[in-house]
């Protein structure tokens, strides 16, 4: 059944702001129970799911949400763990362990992981249409307070001015949300990028643990150069034979104070990166004014 036909003048829809995996599970979850909601995404249907290879761990209450209440197919963008290989930053190998294989837990690529549930959300572009609304995100909101049973109704405004109304507004837009920021007051419409960052970082700051991290995606095809190296990480103690799904971690010494993170994906020929930098000062690089949507918080390499 399309979604179309579950909003009714009758119930006003949930309102989700963000499409992105948080979002698109709220909205599975709704669905699965009949409730309506509208889906408000600031990103065009061609960079919504932008792939700049940042991604995130499963842990096993997430599997059992996703998998097990909802039914999805995790198997198709989740590489599960098979064990864990940890060196330092120079290369020497300080331990590599096996995961017990009843342990549910893994790494997804987030634009993946996207995909896969935009599929299973909207199997068609009809099914999109009135629901998933896209290139014009949220500016702001308001609760509308009224007497009587339903208590009266969260209004949303989108960047192109038009009006939303909903009986709640679930923020799942990302930690630089502005639902958040609007909630907590660090946020005008009549003010520039800057001077909301400064305003929101001082009525609601984020925890700034003195690391700044690039992340991204490196394809490793079969059998390049590459490839082969990473391959030997993921054979627990040297066995050629036995080759699992394990996370490559590395671990800051004096002489390289900088750590690392790196999970493959799509068979071992995609490989899922982060990096993290010691620094003693906040920064937020220069193109990520709001409008960047494929780095999402973070800055080109070169910068």
């Not at 039914?71 to 963008?77: P, S, T, W």
């Not at 294989?101 to 896969?116: K, T």
């Not at 509308?144 to 109304?165: F, H, K, P, Q, W």
Request: hydrophobic content about 35%.
């Amino acid at each position: 059944n399309r979604l179309n036909s579950m909003i009714s003048t009758d119930q006003l829809p949930v309102i989700i702001v963000g499409a992105g995996p948080c979002g698109l599970v709220a909205g599975l979850a709704l669905k699965q129970y009949g409730i309506p909601f509208i889906m408000i995404e600031r990103a065009t249907r061609s960079k919504i799911c932008s792939n700049a290879g940042s991604g995130f761990e499963l842990a096993p209450i997430s599997i059992d949400i996703l998998r097990d209440r909802l039914g999805i197919d995790i198997a198709k963008f989740m590489s599960q763990y098979g064990g864990m290989h940890m060196k330092s930053m120079e290369g020497k190998l300080f331990r590599e362990v096996a995961i017990p294989s009843d342990y549910e837990g893994g790494a997804v690529n987030r634009a993946e992981m996207q995909n896969a549930l935009l599929e299973i959300l909207f199997p068609t572009p009809e099914d999109e249409e009135g629901i998933l609304l896209l290139g014009s995100g949220l500016e702001t909101y308001r609760e509308v307070v009224e007497e009587g049973v339903d208590g009266g109704r969260v209004v949303a405004t989108l960047s192109s001015g038009e009006e939303i109304s909903g009986c709640v507004l679930l923020a799942c837009d990302g930690i630089h949300s502005r639902c958040r920021a609007v909630l907590h007051g660090g946020y005008d419409s009549n003010q520039d990028w800057e001077t909301n960052c400064k305003t929101g970082n001082e009525k609601d700051p984020l925890h700034f643990c003195n690391a700044m991290v690039y992340w991204g995606k490196t394809p490793a095809p079969r059998g390049s150069d590459l490839e082969v190296e990473f391959a030997k990480t993921q054979r627990l103690n040297g066995d050629d034979h036995t080759q699992v799904n394990m996370p490559l971690v590395g671990f800051p010494t004096l002489s390289a104070p900088s750590s690392m993170f790196i999970v493959p994906s799509q068979n071992g020929t995609m490989l899922n990166w982060a990096f993290f930098i010691y620094t003693k000062h906040q920064k937020f690089s220069k193109n990520n004014d709001g409008t960047d949507l494929t780095r999402r918080g973070g800055g080109p390499l070169t910068e």
